[in-house]
Nanobody
Framework: QVQLVESGGGLVQAGDSLRLSCAAS????????MGWFRQAPGKEREFVAA????????YYADSVKGRFSISRDNAKNTVYLQMNSLKPEDTAVYYC????????????????WGQGTQVTVSS
């Protein structure tokens, strides 16, 4: 089992950058594929980015491709989401998630979730 805690959210202006972090408990972090999802008010939680256990495979939603970058540091049990050129439509609660095994973009296949961190982008 793994516990996840996100941090790094906040209020920024359009065009700014933020880096989210997700710290995981346990000694088997490298056994989990990690994903970032987000949920805006009144909308379903959607996929943002995912990274495989050793970082060799990475996937992005089309809406963030070229602006967001996911990475992980297995020595620190942490996954990151670097968000550049932020837009008002990026406003959402951002969640990190973990699943044992292969990396996927399907929300329902992730077993463990953090509590989320709010990102608000003003125009």
């Amino acid at each position: 089992q793994v516990q996840l805690v996100e941090s790094g959210g906040g209020l920024v202006q359009a065009g700014d950058s933020l880096r989210l972090s997700c710290a995981a408990s346990g000694r088997t972090f490298s056994s989990y594929a990690m994903g970032w999802f987000r949920q805006a008010p009144g909308k379903e939680r959607e996929f943002v980015a995912a990274i495989s256990r050793r970082g060799g495979s990475i996937y992005y939603a089309d809406s963030v491709k070229g602006r967001f970058s996911i990475s992980r540091d297995n020595a620190k049990n942490t996954v990151y989401l670097q968000m550049n050129s932020l837009k008002p439509e990026d406003t959402a609660v951002y969640y990190c998630a973990a699943r044992p095994g292969e990396v996927v973009s399907t929300r329902a296949l992730y077993n463990y979730w953090g509590q989320g961190t709010q990102v608000t982008v003003s125009s």
